[in-house]
């Protein structure tokens, strides 16, 4: 009889009735909402404190040339020395003061500007500073030589280059980064799954061989239906825990937000005046409506049928692995001997993405990695964005199905006789032996 059924069901049954499930289900979303708010409440605080900066120009060029922001006033000092004005910042206890010293030429000024401050200073502020006392410099010595800067500026020529395939396809340079953002998202998600839900089997292995329930069970089921049970209905649960975060975060940040009158989104505005001048260029619109295309032109359906069938492929392999640790092993200490070998791949695969795909994804190293079993999940999610032909990605499915079933039949080989082994640390050499038995 196929128990197979049955054990998939109760272990699913007995991971989502678990005390410990349950609450790290509803505790995990609160805990990243928290945080989400937390963050978001402090850039807020940051955003909407005000700096005041005071200017010591004794040049008389840039008297009038620094611009009120919403965040940043500017406060003109004249008629003092720089030992006066430094002790005038302090005792008013403002963000800082900004020393232009009197120069004989514009060469001088570029090493002579000095911004005296209690702590460091924002790193956004001092390169707004400088680029805005560079451009008026500049314009200055341009004058000087009796040139006219607007005239120099009107007639500087933008070079953007178009992409395009040789089948006539429109691309970007925006393109390639929103390419690896999917492929690289996609990727990360599997990689924590792994990680997450893998150790899951083997903790639950590892419960049940040592408190010999297994010797019952083992009894009536056959081990690979009691390893294959294990690993689907851990991943339902598995899916089942995701699915409620996605819920509970959406709903969580909506009720904080109304009650609590908090925008999430401040917790990545610390950059609000720079993300409102790229609005106001035309260039950034630009940038954005070709961002907008890039999007549109990514072969999303096959990128969603690829993510469901390398995410399930690949996971099942890890967890397969996973199972048999927990059977070849006593407690969860002893498991660090083999989890070597089983995240080495997992952090290669990352790696040769992020530093090998977005470089040539196409390239000999690229593809080779993504038709190798252990690879193949997270390097051919982020080279599919690029452009991946169908029998390629049909081709590296096929090699990580079959290598499944292989690492299956192995699992279940070292099932078999670790679930009944007690009192022993199993080595590789032992590994090898129960393979053959």
């Not at 289900?25 to 005041?52: D, H, R």
């Not at 001092?126 to 451009?135: A, L, T, V, Y």
């Not at 260029?281 to 549109?296: C, D, F, H, K, R």
């Not at 006789?417 to 090898?432: C, D, H, N, R």
Request: hydrophobic fraction near 50%; charge should be neutral; aromatic fraction near 10%.
């Amino acid at each position: 009889m196929n128990h197979l059924p049955l054990i998939i069901k109760r272990e699913y049954l007995n991971k989502v009735k678990n005390k410990s499930f349950v609450v790290m289900t509803f505790v995990s979303p609160l805990i990243m909402v928290a945080l989400i708010f937390v963050v978001a409440y402090l850039s807020q605080l940051n955003n909407e404190s005000s700096k005041t900066i005071a200017v010591l120009d004794e040049t008389g060029l840039f008297i009038d040339k620094f611009e009120n922001t919403e965040n940043t006033k500017y406060e003109i000092l004249t008629g003092v020395s720089l030992d006066s004005a430094k002790v005038k910042v302090e005792r008013a206890e403002q963000y800082g003061l900004l020393y232009i010293p009197k120069v004989n030429s514009m060469d001088q000024m570029a090493d002579q500007v000095t911004f005296y401050s209690a702590d460091s200073p924002s790193l956004l502020l001092i390169s707004k500073i400088e680029d805005r006392i560079g451009s008026l410099a500049t314009d200055s010595r341009l004058a000087e030589a009796g040139m006219d800067a607007e005239k120099i500026r009107d007639l500087r020529v933008r070079v953007r280059t178009n992409l395009e395939t040789f089948k006539g396809e429109e691309t970007s340079k925006m393109g390639s980064v929103v390419k690896l953002a999917f492929g690289g998202i996609a990727g990360y998600l599997l990689f924590m799954f792994i990680i997450i839900y893998g150790n899951m089997i083997m903790r639950s292995v590892i419960e049940e061989k040592t408190s010999r329930i297994i010797e019952v069970i083992i009894s009536s089921v056959k081990p690979i239906q009691l390893l294959l049970g294990k690993i689907f209905g851990t991943s339902l649960a598995g899916i089942t825990q995701f699915a409620v975060w996605v819920v509970l975060l959406g709903v969580f940040l909506s009720v904080g937000s109304a009650m609590l009158d908090i925008d999430p989104a401040q917790a990545q505005s610390a950059q609000t005046e720079m993300v409102q001048q790229m609005q106001d260029s035309p260039e950034a619109q630009s940038e954005m409506v070709g961002l907008v295309n890039e999007i549109n032109s990514l072969p999303l359906m096959n990128l969603v049928i690829m993510f469901i069938l390398f995410f399930l492929g690949g996971y099942l392999m890890y967890a397969s692995l996973y199972a048999a640790i927990g059977a070849a092993v006593d407690n969860e200490t002893d498991t660090q001997q083999f989890m070597l070998p089983i995240l080495m791949p997992l952090i290669l695969a990352v790696y040769v993405g992020v530093f090998t795909v977005i470089e040539n994804p196409h390239g000999t190293v690229s593809q080779v990695f993504s038709f190798i079993p252990l690879t193949s999940p997270v390097v051919m999610l982020m080279r599919i964005p690029f452009g991946v032909p169908i029998w390629q990605q049909i081709l590296s499915v096929v090699i990580l199905f079959a290598t499944f079933i292989g690492t299956v039949w192995v699992a279940a080989k070292i099932y078999r006789v670790g679930i009944l082994m007690y009192g022993k640390k199993a080595s590789y050499k032992e590994l090898f032996k129960w393979l053959k038995y």
